[in-house]
Antibody
Framework: EVQLVESGGGLVQPGRSLRLSCAAS????????MHWVRQAPGKGLQWVSG????????EYTDSVKGRFTISRDNAKKSLFLQMNSLRADDTALYYC????????????WGQGTMVTVSS | DIQMTQSPSSLSASVGDRVTITCQAS??????LNWYQQKPGKAPKLLIY???NLETGVPSRFSGSGSGTNFTFSISSLQPEDIATYYC???????????FGPGTKVDIK
């Protein structure tokens, strides 16, 4: 079964850091670009960051550039999101998602991990 | 940046009705447009990719069409299990740019 399982979310104070993880199974992880998409409570979906299969390309939405870092460990079939200098508007459910190559569609999603930034 | 609009923002229809949602891009995106279904408390589910391709395992009552800036998503015969919010999403590959529409909430009349 193709599966993505996120972890690492929680309640954190503004300005602090958090590292999210996503464990993949059921597909050849190192063949696909992987992404993070977030959803603030009661709001729509926002792409956050993506990383190519070999980590050679990483990209971010403007609001997280310089604060978030995406990475992956293909040997461990894992995706990460290091989030620094967190702000209240980073509060969201964070999903990891697999790309349906060569399309830009997200065909596999995890269940999400909630990040709450609040003092 | 490319902006995506969806209409309507919500709709109420009867079981068996045909439901249509439109999505408009602020500039030409060719057929780089996908549709997702999100049920409450669940992750989004890909239904249609590249404007008109039905994702594997998705019922054939779902369909998509369009290109350029105007796109349409349809449910040919609304079922109770189709109650959800539907999002369109455009993409640009490398540099990556993914933008979701604001969503359309569908419920049963």
């Amino acid at each position: 079964e193709v599966q993505l399982v996120e972890s690492g979310g929680g309640l954190v104070q503004p300005g602090r850091s958090l590292r999210l993880s996503c464990a993949a199974s059921g597909f050849t992880f190192d063949e696909y670009a992987m992404h993070w998409v977030r959803q603030a409570p009661g709001k729509g979906l926002q792409w956050v960051s993506g990383i190519s299969w070999n980590s050679g390309i990483t990209e971010y939405t403007d609001s997280v550039k310089g604060r978030f870092t995406i990475s992956r460990d293909n040997a461990k079939k894992s995706l990460f999101l290091q989030m620094n200098s967190l702000r209240a508007d980073d509060t969201a459910l964070y999903y990891c998602a697999k790309i349906l190559s060569p399309s830009g569609a997200f065909d596999v999603w995890g269940q999400g991990t909630m990040v709450t930034v609040s003092s | 940046d490319i902006q995506m609009t969806q209409s309507p923002s919500s709709l109420s229809a009867s079981v068996g009705d045909r439901v249509t949602i439109t999505c408009q891009a602020s500039q030409d995106i060719s057929n780089y447009l996908n549709w997702y279904q999100q049920k409450p408390g669940k992750a989004p589910k890909l239904l249609i990719y590249d404007a008109s391709n039905l994702e594997t395992g998705v019922p054939s009552r779902f369909s998509g069409s369009g290109s350029g800036t105007n796109f349409t998503f349809s449910i040919s015969s609304l079922q109770p299990e189709d109650i959800a919010t539907y999002y369109c999403q455009q993409y640009h590959n490398l540099p990556w740019l993914f933008t979701f529409g604001p969503g359309t909430k569908v419920d049963i009349k």
